[in-house]
């Protein structure tokens, strides 16, 4: 069964290798096909009918230079001349830029300073808070605690007293359930 299914998958690539190259290939060659039946058709109407040369008289190509003249002069240290902000940026100093960068550093720092403070103030807060929950959890679990502890001594306390009953009453011929 696999060596079908190997047969089968090489005979489709084969195939596809072939529509492949005949789709990439083809339209080149017919055109070129085309061409060589033309010329050779063109050949013979030229033989039996020949025209004089064509005479042209056009203008040379021109330049890119001449159709826009002001392209040539132009150059980097023009470039935003006209911008007032830009010219006093490119006027600084580089000591001048390097403290600016400095003052904007150490603002991005105190601002990020404040927001880990407020963060910290606030998790100190809800911790707080979760603390006093938990105490009054605690609280109530004591009390609750106290209390099962002074039943549980009750009941002990209440066995006792009804088994002395249980024996006083047998005792005076209660027969029990």
């Known amino acids: 069964m696999s ?5 089968c998958l090489r005979c ?8 492949s190259a005949l789709c990439v290939c083809g339209p080149a060659l017919y055109f070129k ?8 058709g063109a050949a013979t109407a030229a033989a039996s009918s020949s025209c004089p040369p064509c005479v042209c008289n056009c203008a040379p190509p021109q330049s890119l230079f001449q159709i826009v003249p002001g392209l040539a002069n132009l150059s980097v240290s023009d470039c935003g001349k006209d911008d007032p902000d830009l010219k006093e940026e490119m006027e600084k100093q580089f000591v001048d830029l390097l403290s ?3 003052k904007l550093q150490e603002t991005v720092g105190e601002e990020h300073s404040k927001h880990m403070n407020v963060t910290l103030w606030e998790a100190k807060r809800l911790a707080s808070q979760y603390q006093r ?4 959890c605690n609280a109530a679990t004591e009390t609750c605690e106290a209390a099962r502890e002074r039943s549980e001594v009750l009941l002990a306390k209440e066995r006792k007293i009804t088994s002395l ?3 006083r009453a047998r005792k005076l011929g209660w027969e029990g359930e």
Do not use: T
């Open 100 to 102: 600016e960068e400095l």
């Open 3 to 7: 060596r079908r299914s190997g047969a």
């Open 133 to 136: 929950e938990a105490e009054k």
């Open 165 to 167: 009953w249980e024996q």
């Open 33 to 40: 096909f085309q061409k060589g039946l033309k010329f050779k």
């Open 12 to 19: 489709c690539l084969v195939i596809f290798a072939v529509v």
